[in-house]
């Protein structure tokens, strides 16, 4: 294959707001005819990509704020989906014409990239080749906590904090795979239906029992912030009962397992529900705030404090990382789980893709897609 293809790609010349205003200059731009990538290894493997999926690390990488700092110019993009268009001569996993989705490291937001053969699966004929790009991130994070960390088992009760975004969704749907109870917390009506529809047992809607305003690409705690009223926000009183009231009514028993992605206010009142001998997964932090725990407490209760970073284990455990990503399709495949999208856009609409990902519009996953003539099955 000629190395000398172009391609299109959102490529980031400078660290800045990924929803920029009128008077800032926008930090990347959508370049038709980049350069592809050019060496494939013995072990890799180089697909055209159907779609990508968005996640808030790549708004995080994009502002320089993420712990990964790609040298600039850089292509952002952690995860995508497409067709093998070459491989390797040590690659033995997947064949030229193969639907896979894949985790990359960077370089996603593109028509085609190449991957190291252990963070591509092969995907069945019969699932939605667009909808898997937004798969790995997601479900292997969840995986990884869920399963392989917390070792969920039938019976208990899990607690999903932001249960609406992407690996919210993710993590609702594992738990149900495993047997578990699972309390579901989000905001809105039409991100509890989906919930509900997805399996949750219980479903707190905050916005029926607290305050808020609109909310943007905020770094600190904001009024849309689950539980923000009722716990100190402005115009908290006569908002009714706290988010630790209402999970305590949803579990009366108390949480065995708490899943955060989101910390602030709303992890702190989740504690206070969380059964002795409980296990915590910190996913990450979406509200802006970095909470604390006492580690009194943690001892009284012989909590399990599990730290979830999944890309690391592509390196750090590669066997485990490879499990969660495998078992994932697999359940895919069998229809025990689905990949809710919520928002798709052409590269060109990145600033409209990041604004719905950071403004708390999704329901799911965004994803975004190169001129492929990729045609999704939603």
Not at 138 to 165: D, M, N, S
Not at 228 to 248: C, E, H, M, T, V
């Amino acid at each position: 294959m000629s190395n000398q293809r172009g391609m299109k790609a959102l490529v980031v010349r400078q660290l800045g707001n990924p929803v920029p205003s009128p008077t800032e200059k926008k930090p990347y731009a959508v370049i038709a005819d980049h350069p592809s990538p050019q060496y494939l290894a013995p072990n890799a493997v180089r697909i055209r990509i159907a779609a990508s999926g968005l996640n808030f690390a790549d708004a995080l990488q994009v502002m320089g704020q993420y712990q990964v700092k790609p040298k600039l110019p850089f292509i952002p993009g952690s995860e995508v989906s497409g067709k093998v268009i070459e491989i390797g001569r040590d690659v033995r996993t997947v064949a030229v014409g193969d639907p896979v989705c894949a985790v990359t490291q960077g370089g996603g937001f593109a028509g085609e990239v190449i991957i190291k053969e252990g963070g591509v699966v092969k995907l069945p004929t019969h699932v939605d080749l667009v909808a898997a790009a937004g798969l790995p991130v997601i479900f292997g994070t969840a995986h990884l906590a869920i399963k392989e960390r917390a070792q969920v088992k039938p019976g208990q009760t899990v607690l999903v904090l932001g249960a609406a975004g992407g690996v919210g969704v993710a993590a609702v749907q594992i738990s149900k795979v495993l047997g578990a109870k699972v309390v579901a917390v989000a905001r809105g009506e039409s991100k509890a239906k989906l919930l509900r529809d997805l399996g949750a047992d219980a479903v707190i809607d905050t916005s029926a029992n607290h305050q808020g305003g609109g909310a943007g690409p905020a770094r600190q705690p904001d009024p849309a912030d689950e539980g923000y009223g009722a716990l100190g926000g402005p115009g908290a009183q006569n908002q009714g009962p706290s988010l630790r009231d209402l999970i305590k009514k949803a579990a009366p028993q108390g949480i065995d397992v708490l899943f955060d992605p989101v910390g602030g206010v709303p992890f702190a009142e989740a504690l206070k529900t969380l059964k002795w001998g409980a296990q915590i997964a910190i996913i990450g932090f979406a509200s802006g705030t970095i909470p604390k725990i006492a580690a009194n407490i943690a001892l009284v209760k012989n909590w399990t404090i599990h730290g979830i970073f999944w890309g690391a284990h592509q390196q750090a455990q590669p066997r485990v990382f490879r499990r969660t990503l495998e078992e994932s399709v697999q359940w895919l495949a069998e229809g025990k789980v689905r990949v809710p999208v919520s928002h798709k856009f052409p590269l060109e609409q990145a600033p409209e893709a990041f604004k719905a990902l950071l403004s708390r519009q999704v329901i799911g996953k965004v994803l975004l897609t190169p001129d492929t003539g990729a045609q999704s099955k939603l």
